[in-house]
C-alpha cells in the first residue's frame, strides 16, 4: 500500500507555461546583468540551484553563497508577477487521482520532491490552489542533487509516518526521467506521466513501474 506520495511540481502537478522560465532569465539579467543562455538549457527533471549554477559557469562566473541567494530572491519575487499573467493551471486529472488515493488509504501522505526552491514550489502551488494539499518535501535548498533530494523526502516522510515506513510503500509520481532515477535511487516505486518534459516512449524506457499519458482514470485500485 502507498503510505507516501511524492510529487514532482513542473508537468506533474502544474503547467505554469512558462512562467518560470522567464522569471529566472529575467532574475540573470536583474541580478547579474546577463541576458542571454537560458534559451538552450534543458531545464525539464533539473533542480533550481544546479540550473543557476550552470548558467553562471557559462558566463565565467564561479557562484557564491551570495550569488545564489540574490538570484533567489529577485527569482521569486518575478516568478509571483509571471504567474499573474500566466494561463497555465492543474494538470487534468491531477486532483481526481489524489482524491481517489485518499479515498482508498485515508492515511496516506502527500509530500513533494521537486528541483524547485522551497518557496519556488509554494509560490507556484498557492496561485493554482495545491499547496495546502502538501504535508512534507524536499526541494532544490536542500541540496542541488536530485537522488540526494529524494532521500531528504523519504527521511522527512519517516519522521511523519515512524521508522516502519518502507520504501516500497512510497510513490515518485514525475514527469521526467530524472524522477524515475530519484525515486529508483531510495527503492520506491514509480508513476511516470507524459504530461510535461518527456513522451510516454521516452519514459518507459526508463522502466517506471507505471508509466501513462496522465493521470486521468488511472487506477488506483493498483496502488492499494
Given at each position: ?171 515518485v509520481v514525475g514527469d521526467t526521467p ?47
Amino acid at each position: 500500500m502507498v503510505r507516501l506520495a511524492l510529487f514532482d511540481i513542473d508537468g506533474t502537478l502544474i503547467r505554469t507555461h512558462g512562467a518560470g522560465v522567464k522569471a529566472f532569465a529575467r532574475a540573470f539579467a536583474v541580478e547579474f546583468g546577463l541576458g542571454n543562455g537560458t534559451e538552450t538549457m534543458s531545464f525539464a527533471g533539473r533542480t533550481d540551484t544546479s540550473l543557476v549554477r550552470e548558467f553562471l559557469h557559462q558566463h565565467g562566473r564561479l557562484v557564491t553563497p551570495d550569488d545564489m541567494q540574490r538570484f533567489q530572491d529577485c527569482y521569486v519575487f518575478l516568478l509571483d508577477h509571471y504567474l499573474r499573467e500566466s494561463t497555465g493551471g492543474v494538470i487534468p486529472g491531477v486532483k481526481e487521482f489524489m482524491v481517489a488515493l485518499k479515498k482508498g488509504n485515508p492515511s496516506v501522505v502527500f509530500g513533494l520532491l521537486t528541483g524547485n526552491i522551497r518557496l519556488g514550489a509554494e509560490i507556484k502551488l498557492r496561485h493554482f490552489g495545491l499547496w495546502g494539499d502538501f504535508v512534507t518535501g524536499a526541494f532544490a535548498d536542500d541540496h542541488e542533487d536530485r537522488n540526494e533530494i529524494a532521500r531528504i523526502a523519504f527521511e522527512r516522510g519517516r519522521a511523519l509516518l515512524g521508522k516502519s515506513l518502507k520504501p516500497a510503500e512510497v510513490l515518485v509520481v514525475g514527469d521526467t526521467p530524472h524522477d524515475i532515477r530519484c525515486g529508483r535511487a531510495i527503492g520506491a516505486r514509480t508513476l511516470a506521466v507524459a504530461t510535461g518534459g518527456a513522451t510516454l516512449d521516452e519514459l518507459k524506457r526508463h522502466q517506471p513501474d507505471w508509466a501513462v499519458e496522465n493521470l486521468v482514470g488511472f487506477p488506483v485500485a493498483e496502488l492499494l
